[in-house]
């Protein structure tokens, strides 16, 4: 499975970036799709997940409100839309995907796919 971020950049605080993740070489529709992002010296943070249907979405409560994470299971990508962004959502996104599982999917090391990563800059 070959996952592919974009959608990254530079953006004044309260602005909008909408990133995507292109998953390709399996069915997209087996895997549940996650969102992390990872800021300089910290450890990599869950960010959003979505179900394999796209039926169920969880949010950090850093970003509960102003992220909305989606899937087009037709064209094998999934989204965040970023609004109102802060300063301290700088960070490197790596999106994720994984088959079921009973590991928690907020558990970066229960993930067996990632993309490259993107990077958010926003400035004060």
């Known amino acids: 499975v070959q996952l592919q971020a974009s959608g990254g950049g530079l953006v004044q605080a309260g602005g909008s970036l909408r990133l995507a993740c292109a998953v390709s070489?399996?069915?997209?529709?087996?895997?549940?799709m996650t969102w992390f992002s990872q800021a300089p010296e910290k450890a990599r943070e869950f960010v959003a997940t979505i179900t394999r249907s796209g039926d169920v979405t969880v949010y950090a409560d850093s970003v509960k409100g102003r992220f909305t994470i989606s899937r087009d299971n037709a064209k094998s990508t999934v989204y965040l839309q970023m609004n109102s962004l802060k300063p301290e959502d700088t960070a490197v996104y790596y999106c994720?995907?994984?088959?079921?599982?009973?590991?928690?999917?907020?558990?970066?090391?229960?993930?067996?796919?990632w993309g490259q990563g993107t990077q958010v800059t926003v400035s004060s």
């Open positions: 994720a995907a994984r088959q079921p599982s009973s590991s928690a999917y907020g558990e970066s090391r229960a993930y067996d796919y």
């Open positions: 070489g399996r069915t997209f529709s087996n895997y549940r």
